[in-house]
């Protein structure tokens, strides 16, 4: 059992549109990252919410943490084909644990047509 | 700033060779985490480092794997004996005092064992 279930999977859209993806989980977590994936690299960092219904922007990117701080959103605006890539949630702290590991969900692959 | 490096970035090795992997961190930061990634599936944790000491290791941590931070600075990850299991993915990352959840990882190790 998946403890970051992030949906959809896969999501194929135009340039131009707007999408948003989710990160679900039955436990509580500290904290909770997103971090944006290209092929054959490293997970880059995009933003961390701390606080239950915690709302983030960074530029066409709205972050939302959950009231319960169980779940997460991501939505981006007029999508760019440099949005492409494999977007990951990880939450740190679940359940009062350690808040040096992190559990990432599989990701939702993004592809943004021109 | 420099940003986290690991070298190599690919290997490939015939199953039954030992592999070692290195991660110099970004300079200023104690915590240093070892993380596999196949495909598919975001990053698993291994082990992570706070300075020199490793303070928790994953299940995920066969007796053939073992890390190293001799110094507090690089870190080592090795792998004995590889199996064609062990392909995949292998992310370093760090992190800096109270913000330990914000991590920055480097571009990887990708890994074959044939």
């Known amino acids: 059992t998946q403890l970051l279930e992030q949906s959809p999977q896969f999501l194929s859209i135009q340039e131009g549109e707007n999408l948003t993806v989710y990160c679900n989980s039955s436990s509580v977590f500290s904290s909770l990252q997103w971090y944006r994936q290209e092929p054959g690299e490293g997970p880059v960092l995009l933003v961390t919410?701390?606080?239950?219904?915690e709302v983030k922007k960074l530029k066409r990117l709205t972050f939302q943490f959950g009231d319960a701080r169980k779940d997460s959103s991501l939505h981006i605006t007029a999508a760019q084909p440099g949005d492409t890539g494999l977007y990951l949630c990880a939450g740190a702290g679940y359940s009062g644990g350690s808040n040096y590991k992190l559990t990432f969900g599989k990701g939702t692959l993004l592809t943004v047509n021109p | 700033d420099t940003g986290v490096s690991q070298n190599p970035r690919h290997k490939i090795t015939k199953r039954g060779q030992n592999v070692t992997f290195r991660c110099d961190p970004i300079s200023e930061h104690n915590r240093l985490y070892w993380y596999r990634q196949t495909l598919g599936q975001g990053p698993e944790f291994l082990t992570y480092f706070q300075n020199e000491a490793q303070l928790e290791k994953s299940r995920l941590l066969s007796d053939r794997f073992s890390a190293e931070r001799p110094k507090g600075s690089f870190s080592t990850l090795e792998i004995q004996r590889t199996e064609q299991g062990d392909s995949a993915m292998y992310l370093c990352?760090?992190?800096?005092?109270?913000?330990?959840?914000?991590?920055?990882f480097g571009p990887g190790t990708r890994l074959t064992v044939t």
């Open positions: 990352a760090s992190s800096q005092g109270g913000g330990a959840y914000e991590q920055y």
């Open positions: 919410v701390v606080t239950g219904g």
